[in-house]
């Protein structure tokens, strides 16, 4: 008897006690902290599934800016006779298309993540929220080989390094907070309504034409100004613009006015999705 009561205060350090979040905290960043083995671990298994049993394989990451880069070249440039600022159009065009196939991408896996998960949320615990920020990491691996191709197009038509291309960084982190804002609505939203999975393909190809992919964004200013601000409110303007402002030179400053109208609407979805996330958190066993 002795013994097993010596035991006990012992078998008490390993419990673990699960209770509902309360409060208006959002994110237990703690916890996600305890989690990151786990989070790298999706975010790698997400590269190795994307590739596995593909014929081109890492080849598709360069394959499919290339494509989409000529036809809007042909298309904006011959067709439309959208102005370049005096840039190489091909260059400009693949600039934009570095952080608008990240965030397509990420918006398309990290909304279908929990669904692709859903035995691991049906059994185990475990912050929900790392699925789709670890699908929006393997994202990661595609844009770092497409803008390895953007710096050999630089090279081939003679377009100039300059300093601002290390603040190319801190705009990919944009890129990175607005997919993640955006997937984290997406995700909660798929677990209870299965229609969101037609609604991103549709969403990401409309999205292609609305932002500034295949032109600049003083078009719109020039071709309808009361519209611009409006048409800041969409996220991928000022990443974009900011892209083309490190790849292209000084004369691209992007509007910063619009920059942070854009910067703001990021900064309002990720609070209000992660809001959002945690609320149905509590029911995605449950559903899913």
């Known amino acids: 008897m002795n013994g097993t009561q010596d035991a006990t205060p012992e078998l008490a350090r390993f419990e673990r006690v699960i209770r509902p979040k ?25 590269i190795l599934i994307r590739y596995k049993q593909t014929y081109i394989g890492v080849a598709w990451a360069v394959v499919q800016p290339l494509l989409t880069m000529a036809v809007f070249t042909v298309l904006f440039s011959k067709v439309a006779g959208m102005k370049s600022g005096g840039a190489n159009y091909a260059v400009m065009t693949f ?17 279908n993540s929990l669904i692709a998960s859903a035995n691991m949320i049906s059994k185990i615990y475990f912050p929900r929220l790392i699925i789709p920020a670890s699908a929006v990491l393997s994202g990661t ?13 630089m090279a081939w038509h003679h377009v100039a390094f300059t300093p601002l291309l290390l603040l190319l960084p801190l705009f990919f982190l944009v890129a990175f907070v607005a997919a993640f804002a955006v997937g984290l609505w997406f995700s909660a939203l798929s677990v209870k309504y299965r229609d969101v ?19 600049m964004s003083n078009e719109i200013a ?10 800041c409110l969409n996220p991928l303007v000022g990443v974009i613009d900011g892209f083309r402002w490190c790849v292209l030179g000084p004369q691209f400053e992007p509007y910063w006015p619009g920059f942070w109208i854009s910067n703001a ?4 979805l990720l609070v209000t999705g992660a809001f959002h996330f945690r609320r149905a958190e509590k029911t995605f066993a449950d559903v899913i």
């Not at 080989?145 to 197009?153: R, V, W, Y």
């Open 22 to 46: 309360h409060g208006l905290v959002a994110l237990d960043l703690r916890e996600l902290w305890r989690y990151r083995e786990l989070f790298l671990h999706l975010a790698w298994r997400d």
């Open 95 to 111: 600039a934009a298309l570095l952080p608008w196939q990240f965030f397509s991408n990420a918006m398309r896996e990290s909304s």
């Open 141 to 153: 691996v595609d844009f770092l080989i497409a803008l390895a191709l953007l710096f050999g197009l």
């Open 197 to 215: 999975k037609y609604l991103v393909p549709f969403l990401v190809q409309m999205g292609l034409y609305v932002s500034p992919v295949g032109y």
């Open 222 to 231: 020039t071709r309808w100004p009361g519209l611009f601000k409006w048409y």
């Open 265 to 268: 609407v990021i900064a309002v």
